[in-house]
C-alpha cells in the first residue's frame, strides 16, 4: 500500500479499478444522462420520466457480480444526478425513487448488497439540480435557463436541503467508500462544511474534488487533461473517469462504443501512472446493462486478471527509460513493461537501460521473452548497449496492451 493521507484513506491505493454506474429516470427516454438539459425540457415535462421508471429486473447481485468479474474492486453509484431525481429514498424531496412504479430503494438494494459481498461502494451526488426550487442559479451549464414558476431561489436553502440530502446518505446506508461530488464548479461557490460534516458522520470517506470544498482526489474525465498524457506519474491521487459509450454515461440506444483496445490502453496508462481508474456503465429503464457494455467489462476482466500483478501493490518507475511508448512500474524485484501505445514492431527498447533481467515474462500468455542487452545496426553509434525486448507477439494481442514482467531479483538501480 501506498502511504499518502497516512490514515486509512490510503486504502485508495489498493482499490485500482471501479465501475461507474449512471442510473436514473433518463433512461427511460434512452438518450442520455442529461436528457431534460441538452432537450431544454421544463420541470414539469421531465417529471413525468418518473411516472414511466419500473426496473424490476434490477437485480444487485447481478451487478456486483459483473464488478468482480472485470477485476474491479469497488463500484460509484450515482445517488442524483443534475436533473434532481433521487435514486434512494429522501424525506427532503418527492422527486425520488419512492414515488414510482418501482417504488422501492434502488440505493438501499445495492449498500445492502455490497455490504454482504464486503464490496466497497461510493456514492455520486450532483451539486446542481434542476427540480429543486431553492436552487439558487440559472443560465450556467446544466442548470435551467430561467427560473420557473414557484421557484424561490435562495443559496443558504439549497444549502440547506443539501446537508439534510448528505446526513441520509451518510447515515441511512451503512459504509460509504467514496463521496463522489459533481458539478461543484459550476456554482463558483466554497464550503468546506459540506466536506467536514461528510467526515464526521463517515470517518475514514474518501471525497473527490468536484464538491464545494478541497478534496481528497482528483477526478480527471475522458481524455479532457492534459497532464493525463503529459505526466509519466501522478504525484497526487487520481482517479480517472470514462464511460464506455462515447456518446454518454448513462443509457443511450443507439450508443457508440469505444473499442475494447482503445479503454484497456487508456487504463492501463492510468494505472501504470499510479491512479486509478472508473469505468462506466449505464443500465436501462429496466435494470439491464447494455450486451455491448457488458462485452467490454468481461474482456477487460479478461486483460486484468492475466496482467494485475503489474498494477496492484506496484509504483511508477518513469526514470528508468526514455522511451515514451512504454510505461514502468515496479514491485519487490520486478520490473513490469507496458505497452500501452500499440508497438510498430516486435521490439521495444528500454534505454538507456543496461542490465539484463535474469527473464521476461509476457504476462499475456506466461511466455518467455527476449530481452537482451546489445547493440544492434541501428544503435552501432550510440552509447550502448541497451536492453530490448525482441521477437515480441505484436499480432497476436491486436486487441489488448502488453505487460512483460522482469525479474531482477533485487532493485533495478
Known amino acids: 500500500m501506498k502511504a499518502y493521507f497516512n490514515d486509512s484513506r490510503d486504502r485508495f491505493f489498493d482499490n485500482r479499478l471501479g465501475l461507474f454506474i449512471h442510473w436514473g429516470i433518463y433512461s427511460v427516454e434512452a438518450w442520455h444522462e442529461q436528457h431534460g438539459y441538452r432537450k431544454n425540457m421544463k420541470r414539469n415535462e421531465y417529471a413525468k420520466l418518473a411516472e414511466k421508471f419500473n426496473p424490476r429486473e434490477f437485480d444487485p447481485s447481478e451487478w456486483v457480480d459483473m464488478a468482480v468479474a472485470a477485476g474491479m474492486s469497488y463500484i460509484c453509484f450515482t445517488a442524483k444526478h443534475i436533473d434532481g431525481f433521487c435514486m434512494f429514498d429522501t424525506q427532503a424531496t418527492k422527486f425520488n425513487i419512492m414515488n414510482t412504479p418501482y417504488g422501492k430503494d434502488i440505493l438501499k438494494q445495492l449498500a445492502d448488497e455490497c455490504q454482504r459481498r464486503k464490496f466497497p461502494l461510493a456514492v455520486y451526488y450532483s451539486t446542481i439540480d434542476r ?6 442559479f440559472y443560465g450556467h451549464p446544466y442548470e435551467l435557463k430561467e427560473a420557473e414558476e414557484g421557484d424561490k431561489p435562495d443559496l443558504d436553502e439549497y444549502i440547506g436541503f443539501m446537508k439534510r440530502q448528505i446526513k441520509e446518505l451518510c447515515t441511512n446506508y451503512g459504509k460509504i467508500y467514496e463521496f463522489w461530488w459533481d458539478s461543484g464548479h459550476v456554482l463558483d461557490y466554497k464550503d468546506d462544511s459540506l466536506n467536514e460534516m461528510i ?10 474534488g468536484r464538491g464545494f470544498g478541497e478534496g481528497d482526489f482528483r477526478t480527471p474525465e475522458r481524455d ?3 497532464y493525463v498524457d503529459s505526466d509519466q506519474s501522478f504525484g497526487f491521487p487520481t482517479e480517472a473517469c470514462q464511460s464506455t459509450g462515447t456518446e454518454s454515461w448513462g443509457y443511450r440506444k443507439d450508443e457508440d462504443y469505444y473499442s475494447i483496445r482503445y479503454l484497456i490502453e487508456s487504463i492501463d496508462k492510468i494505472l501504470a501512472k499510479g491512479g486509478n481508474y472508473l ?8 435494470g439491464n446493462f447494455p450486451r455491448e457494455a457488458k462485452k467490454i467489462l468481461e474482456k477487460l476482466g479478461e486483460w486484468y486478471s492475466r496482467t494485475k500483478e503489474a498494477f496492484e501493490g506496484a ?3 518513469p526514470g528508468l527509460t526514455a522511451n515514451r511508448d512504454v510505461l514502468l512500474t515496479k ?14 514492431s516486435s521490439v521495444v527498447w ?3 537501460m543496461k542490465k539484463a533481467p535474469k527473464n521476461a515474462i509476457l504476462l499475456n500468455n506466461m511466455k518467455k521473452i527476449d530481452a537482451l542487452v546489445e547493440t544492434t545496426p541501428s544503435t552501432f ?14 499480432d497476436e494481442f491486436p486487441g489488448e496492451v502488453m505487460v512483460v514482467r522482469m525479474d531482477f531479483s533485487g532493485t533495478y538501480d
Open 199 to 208: 467526515r464526521q458522520m463517515q470517518p475514514g470517506i474518501l471525497i473527490n
Open 279 to 286: 469505468l462506466n456503465a449505464g443500465p436501462d429503464s429496466d
Open 131 to 136: 427540480n429543486q426550487r431553492n436552487y439558487p
Open 350 to 352: 528500454l534505454k538507456p
Open 315 to 317: 509504483q511508477p518507475v
Open 381 to 394: 553509434d550510440e552509447d550502448g548497449p541497451f536492453l530490448r525486448l525482441h521477437n515480441l507477439p505484436v
Open 331 to 344: 514491485k519487490d524485484g520486478f520490473v513490469y513493461v507496458h505497452m500501452y501505445r500499440f508497438p510498430k
Open 224 to 226: 479532457w487533461y492534459e
